[in-house]
């Protein structure tokens, strides 16, 4: 029964289609981040330009890292609730929730 | 703004505080009678729901020493407290996607349930509690010590005083309460914290016509165009990541947070509630970063830095300056009820370390009935309670700012990468995780103590021995080559035909509990 789940294609698919868009998002994650303070260390005259007024482009880029992480975080709760939710309910089906 | 009552204990401030206490206390009496079974100690019957439990985590995360310090660090550093905020903030991202669901699939109570899934039961759990209690205490010390001082500062209460309220409550809270109450003081305070915030981001807000224009143009006119630019925070980069790293991967080895993703009933719920939990505490952040503005705006930082040389009080000021005496007690009474909520919750963390790892899965072997590990898991709390309390005392006017940065690097180091190959890595072997773990518990503390942070600024050397600051970069990467190479060498034939229950369990939730 177990190396029938194991073998199955829904069972690889559940398996390929959470670990791609684990590996994605977290690589996109670490992008930003470190993205982020590669470019203070690096570069602080980009941040430090002004864009509108008093605020430098630093402002919106830090408050874009928050927002985006919580949009990453989003992206993927909205994926699992979708498509990968509804793959393991039919497999839990067909196989009874036994192992 | 010349006169402050800041130090001083207002009718407001302890009125708000006692109501506090009192509702609290009456949550815990409630939780007390569903608090009898193991499941229901240490995770709330698995009862509480995804934003029940985004809350909570949010409560469990925002301490009165990110809220106070952090809008602190922005009104006298600017643009490098929002630096230092997103630091804080990254780690959950890497939760939701890597650590949640499998974590509430595998284990039960704790994350060593996790690591020690289909490894030897005894040497793992003994390791993992060992980086889940250092973690804990040294997160708590730096909590107790950082709660004594605040409470001097804003309410005039001598500091063992202080410690020893928190202490008591905090004991109170879990020992009777569980993992119920501790949630529902975690929510309480969340709904507290953010909405104190946010009612100052609105009355700041107000000050400048719901402008953020105006605010910025009249601090760069005060502090100058390098107010909103980045400054000295980041200079080396390797220093930087190292701080990164561990503060992103160290999130995600938080004993007290991984612990709350059991209190849910199942992974769909758990990951709904870390989304919340990203939300909640990125708009905190975005808050407090408003809030250091507007007390450098508003009430300057010569008098911030007069009062607190850190900026600690900038919010409480800034509170008294547009809300009045009323204002400033609610959100001192806030703050003390931020500081109970997060110690509350590391207690819990660090008892069920001790009862569920060492008492039953270690000396028990695994054989312990539900009363003799309700009743270890109770000795365990009244323990730790009262170690944090002497250590707090113990560790007054000490410089334990280093010791949150340890944490992370600890958490980062020899939780994470463990519990992160156990869950995906098919030849991860128990040599392997016990090499990992130690490994990154070693380096992590060695290196703090060699580096600027401890050699140079504490033990007063001249040159530190380690150049970075935050050991992360190596303690991390460390931890992964120990694990791996020790598992090379050690194959567990066992270990991995069980990987395959544990991958289906992992992924489609069949025998979770």
Same mark, same amino acid.
């Given at each position: 029964m177990r190396k029938g789940i194991l073998n199955s294609e829904e069972f690889k698919e559940i398996v390929r289609g959470k670990n791609a868009i684990s590996i994605i998002l977290t690589i996109l994650e670490l992008l930003i981040y470190f993205g982020f303070i590669l470019l203070i260390a690096y570069n602080k005259e980009f941040l430090s330009q002004k864009i509108y007024g008093p605020v430098t482009v630093g402002i919106p880029v830090g408050i874009g890292v928050i927002l985006m992480s919580w949009v990453l975080t989003g992206i993927y709760v909205l994926w699992s609730n979708k498509i990968y939710d509804e793959k393991v309910s039919k497999m839990k089906e067909k196989i009874g929730g036994e192992l | 703004m010349t006169e402050t009552v800041l130090g001083q204990p207002t009718f407001t401030g302890i009125a708000f505080f006692l109501l506090f206490v009192a509702a609290t206390l009456y949550i815990t009496y409630w939780a007390a009678r569903r608090t009898r079974k193991t499941a229901e100690f240490y995770a709330a019957g698995r009862s509480i729901t995804g934003l029940q439990n985004g809350l909570a985590l949010a409560g469990d995360y925002m301490s009165a020493a990110s809220f106070l310090g952090i809008a602190g660090l922005v009104s006298l550093r600017g643009y490098d407290g929002l630096i230092y905020a997103v630091g804080f903030l990254v780690g959950w991202p890497i939760i939701t996607f890597l650590i949640a669901e499998p974590l509430r699939n595998l284990g039960?109570?704790?994350f060593a349930d996790v690591v020690a899934y289909r490894l030897k039961q005894r040497p793992i759990r003994t390791a993992a509690a060992t980086g889940a209690l250092i973690t804990v205490l040294l997160y708590l010390i730096a909590q107790m010590v950082g709660a004594g001082s605040l409470i001097k500062l804003m309410f005039g209460l001598p500091y063992e005083i202080a410690i020893v309220i928190v202490g008591t409550l905090m004991i109170a809270y879990v020992l009777f309460g569980g993992m119920l109450a501790t949630t529902w003081v975690q929510i309480i305070k969340a709904v507290l914290l953010l909405g104190g915030a946010t009612i100052l981001v609105f009355l700041t807000l107000y000050q400048f016509g719901f402008n953020y224009l105006e605010m910025f143009s009249n601090v760069t006119q005060k #502090?100058?165009?390098?107010?909103v630019q980045p400054g000295g925070l980041i200079t080396n980069p390797i220093d930087a990541i190292s701080l990164g790293i561990a503060l992103m991967f160290g999130t995600a080895g938080l004993p007290h947070i991984l612990m709350r993703f059991y209190t849910v009933p199942d992974a769909k719920e758990a990951r709904k509630s870390v989304f919340y939990a990203t939300g909640f505490i990125g708009y905190f952040y975005i808050l407090t970063f408003t809030i250091g503005f507007g007390s450098a705006a508003l009430v300057g930082q010569e008098i911030i830095s007069k009062i607190d040389k850190g900026g600690n009080m900038a919010a409480p000021l800034l509170a008294e300056a547009l809300g009045g005496e009323i204002f400033l007690g609610f959100l001192a009474a806030v703050a003390f009820a931020t500081i109970l909520a997060v110690v509350a919750g590391l207690t819990l963390a660090g008892a069920s370390a001790v009862s569920?790892?060492? #008492?039953?899965?270690?000396?028990k072997r695994g054989r312990a009935d539900e009363k003799q590990e309700v009743k270890a898991a109770k000795i365990a709390t009244l323990c730790l309670g009262f170690l944090a309390i002497i250590l707090g005392i113990l560790f007054?006017?000490?410089?334990?700012?280093f010791m949150v940065g340890l944490a992370f690097a600890v958490a980062a180091s020899a939780n994470f990468p463990a519990l992160f190959m156990s869950i995906f890595?098919?030849?991860?072997?128990t040599q392997g995780a016990i090499w990992s773990i130690y490994t990154g518990l070693f380096l992590s503390v060695f290196l703090i103590i060699l580096s600027p942070t401890v050699w140079v600024d504490i033990l007063k050397n001249s040159q530190p021995i380690f150049p970075l600051k935050n050991p992360g970069i190596v303690s991390f990467f460390g931890a992964f080559v120990a694990g791996i190479i020790a598992s090379w060498l050690t194959k567990e034939k066992e270990a991995e035909e069980k990987f395959e229950t544990e991958k289906i369990r992992s992924y489609i939730g069949i025998g979770a509990e």
């Open positions: - | 039960k109570y704790t #502090y100058g165009e390098k107010f569920h790892d060492i #008492y039953v899965g270690v000396i007054k006017g000490q410089n334990v700012a890595w098919k030849k991860f072997t």
